[in-house]
């Protein structure tokens, strides 16, 4: 199916209960991978980029453009989605305007009726476009690229004010965080996520830090109507574990084996297995149309 907005690939994940990974990328290795890996497994897949990793990258065209003649040149069919994650206001329209799919505004650290103003405006923007929103209420805790969050637990109320708004996604906090959990981590709080889905009815929920929350609590979250989960620091953590264990071993200094397509490929089949593993435990695996 080649780009799409990410809109119908999670209503149709909340319809049959299981949840598309949201998988960042930081460079070629990890596009390739999570391309690679959903095509594998004919999963729907969402691409996530930071404003950080967007700059990183080269700006947003230039990450639109890879992604499309990676999909044209290896024949992906599954759906993607390219997603701006954690956007400003501004990163919002930038990424609009570039082509992305599916953009996140986090307009979480205004007062909520700000918050609603820019929304409005940004899902305004983005659905005239055939665009997706995902919006978020209640910080996520923890720190991802600059943005750090406190790890509220959201106000049901104020998810069904910005739920109403017309966005496609809903990103609420719920205990979750960024980056890796602590020892004395308290969990996912479930009656709060019941209560949003009680109000914001079939409207596909979103988690945030799905990195190292346990598969139990994943599955209940896809019960109570998480339809998309984010990974990143997992992903980070493999790749950066491979590619030591690559250079201690001295596999660089053999042969041409500092070449970089050769350097990074102990971190890329690293984060290509772990993928796999996250979409079949969401159950994505085998859902692609």
């Known amino acids: 199916m080649g780009l799409v907005s990410a809109k119908e690939m999670l209503q149709r994940a909340r319809k049959h209960g299981y949840a598309v990974g949201q998988f960042n990328i930081n460079n070629l290795e990890w596009t390739k991978a999570v391309l690679f890996a959903a095509q594998e497994l004919k999963s729907p897949v969402i691409l996530g980029v930071s404003e950080g990793a967007g700059k990183y990258m080269g700006g947003y065209r230039a990450i639109v453009g890879m992604v499309k003649g990676m999909i044209e ?63 978020e209420v209640g910080a996520i805790g923890g720190e991802e690229d600059g943005v750090i969050g406190s790890g509220e637990v959201a106000d049901p109320k104020e998810c069904k004010m910005i739920a109403d708004l017309g966005v496609d996604l809903l990103a609420a906090g719920i205990g979750n965080i960024h980056g890796k959990y602590p020892d004395n981590w308290k969990g996912l709080d479930f ?58 071993a001295g596999k660089d200094l053999e042969g041409k084996g500092f070449d970089p397509r050769k350097l990074l490929k102990p971190g890329f089949d690293a984060i290509t297995a772990t993928i796999k593993e996250k979409m079949v435990e969401f159950g994505s695996a085998g859902q692609a149309e």
């Open 191 to 248: 009656d709060v996520l019941q209560e949003i889905q009680s109000l914001t009815g079939q409207m596909p929920l979103v988690l945030h830090g799905g990195s190292g929350i346990p598969t139990h609590m994943i599955k209940k979250s896809i019960s109570l109507g998480v339809s998309k989960i984010n990974v990143n620091t997992e992903l980070q953590v493999d790749f950066a574990a491979a590619t030591r264990k690559y250079i201690e």
């Open 73 to 135: 040149d290896n024949n992906i069919t599954v759906d993607v989605a390219i997603h701006l994650d954690h956007g400003t206001f501004e990163g919002a329209q930038k990424a609009i305007a570039a082509g992305f799919t599916s953009v996140m505004f986090d307009g979480s650290h205004y007062a909520i009726e700000e918050n609603v103003e820019k929304t409005k405006q940004i899902v305004a923007l983005a659905h005239a476009q055939g665009i997706s929103v995902e919006a």
